[in-house]
């Protein structure tokens, strides 16, 4: 256990004190320990004492959960658990109070804040008030309450912390001029309050984002996860014939492949009453067949395969984010091997971190920044993951729940991140994040083509949890 602790912070450059070893050692999970420790020590740090690693853990409940665990896999035993603390379902505490939204924010701001100054370039941020009565050049983080333009071609941003709300001036002739500032997201800024201090001039942004240095590390896992989203189960435009060709693949190939895992990422069916309408597009229209008939297709899928599944928006759940798991009335007809969580989840499979959200966000983000569009999900998800939030804009067309605590919050950089709502098919790397938009399986929708929409259908993700090598395998052919 000593020698597999020290190769996964060598694999860092990060060397431990022999007093930081002993600590690690003593916990339950080393393995699971040294790796959460690892992803939470700032970029630059190489030799680590036994405070660095109390730091480094300190107030984070979730701290003793799995991530990034590097072990010998065997492909018969399934390896797959929600991560502490991100599943919504049973631990809803939202009743909409004005509390409830003041706790919810206060959440959201001390959560990303920690994060902004986990950033090796920020320090530590001095409260709004105190930095607008200096002279001299502060680091300030707050959460932003609106935008404005001025006539003149500059930009005035209001952002607050728990201190007060200040004015954030970018000047037209400021390189930061172009950047795309979005409401209730969290940043950091560099700047100077001006002379009469009614300004805050800002000389420098920053977002919380994925460390430069975060990297996929190469695991001994063999088994590999596909993806299904938006089955849409219950409309005329499911593509019945292309899934059966991808259930008779699975058939021949995934015990060899080590398919060892799906994730239906939301819609998995097309549920009723989502849009005006929507009846003429069903072929089954009563909600309780809908789900029955889906767990009949899912009876096709080999056994040896572990499935979950969470909502979308036209599943049979709130629609406001956090969604809770699929309630037990629409669960009973499902085999065992199929897990029902809420949405968003962070799942570790095998010891990677999988963060799945069905994206009705995505409708938001596109809503609100000039540069994003539907043709192009990726795009909005890796700026999700530069705000580590997967829904920022509050009071929008995408209902959040003030819970609590704000799930929509990438507390923790996953390994692999999928999304699904826009029915488009697609993968890209970020900072060795696997990111995937995991296609549909419904042919244009009537709304669609009224907005001259071309989805990718009939495509199945897959990634291989050691090597991270991603598959979009087509059944459209
Ligand atoms: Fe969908
Ligand atoms: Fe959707």
């Not at 999700?384 to 995408?398: C, E, K, S, T, V």
Request: with cysteine; charged share 25%.
């Amino acid at each position: 256990m000593r020698e597999e602790v020290l190769s996964a912070a060598a694999r860092k450059n990060v060397f431990l004190s022999p007093e930081a070893l002993e600590m690690v050692l003593s916990n339950s999970h080393p393995i699971d320990f040294i790796n959460t420790v690892l992803t939470k020590l700032s970029e630059n740090s190489m030799f680590v004492t036994k405070k660095d690693v109390m730091d480094a853990i300190a107030g984070d409940t979730v701290i003793y959960a799995p991530q990034k665990t590097i072990k010998v896999q065997n492909s018969h035993k399934l390896d797959i658990s929600v991560v502490p603390g991100t599943d919504v379902t049973g631990d809803s505490t939202c009743e909409g109070k004005i509390e409830d939204f003041a706790n919810y924010f206060r959440n959201r701001y001390y959560t990303l804040r920690k994060i902004i100054e986990k950033r090796k370039d920020f320090g530590s941020a001095m409260p709004i008030e105190k930095a607008m009565r200096m002279d001299r050049e502060t680091k300030i983080i707050g959460i932003i309450y609106e935008k404005k333009d001025t006539k003149n071609g500059h930009v005035i941003l209001k952002v607050e912390d728990e201190t007060t709300m200040c004015s954030v001036f970018i000047s037209k002739d400021s390189p930061l001029i172009g950047e795309t500032f979005i409401n209730d997201e969290v940043i950091g800024i560099a700047g100077k309050p001006t002379s009469n201090k009614e300004l805050y001039i800002a000389n420098e942004i920053y977002h919380p984002d994925v460390p430069s240095s975060n990297k996929w590390v190469p695991s001994d896992s063999s088994a590999s996860v596909a993806f299904l989203s938006d089955v849409h189960i219950g409309s005329y435009t499911f593509l019945e014939n292309n899934w059966k060709k991808m259930i008779a693949w699975l058939k021949a190939n995934s015990t060899e492949k080590e398919i060892d895992y799906i994730v239906f990422p939301g819609d998995v069916v097309d549920g009723i009453g989502v849009f005006p309408g929507q009846e003429e597009e069903l072929t089954v229209d009563n909600i309780y067949d809908q789900y029955s008939m889906l767990s009949e297709y899912l009876k096709d899928i080999p056994d040896h395969i572990q499935m979950v599944i969470h909502p979308g928006n036209h599943d049979a759940v709130r629609l406001a984010e956090p969604q809770p798991a699929l309630p037990e009335i629409f669960r009973k007809s499902f085999d065992s091997n199929i897990m029902m969580v809420g949405n968003p989840i962070t799942l570790n499979i095998e010891g990677r971190t999988v963060l799945s959200y069905h994206g009705k966000g995505i409708d938001d983000w596109i809503a609100g920044v000039r540069e994003l569009t539907y043709e192009d999900p990726l795009k909005v998800m890796k700026n999700m993951m530069i705000r580590r939030h997967l829904a920022p804009m509050y009071g929008q067309r995408n209902a959040l729940a003030p819970e609590k605590k704000d799930y929509l919050i990438i507390d923790r950089v996953p390994d692999i991140f999928v999304s699904g709502h826009v029915h488009g098919a697609g993968t890209m790397e970020y900072k060795g994040i696997r990111m995937i938009n995991a296609s549909s399986w419904q042919s244009q929708t009537e709304y669609q083509k009224m907005h001259n929409f071309n989805p990718d259908p009939g495509i199945m993700p897959i990634v291989g949890l050691g090597t991270g090598k991603t598959t979009m395998m087509n059944f459209m052919k």
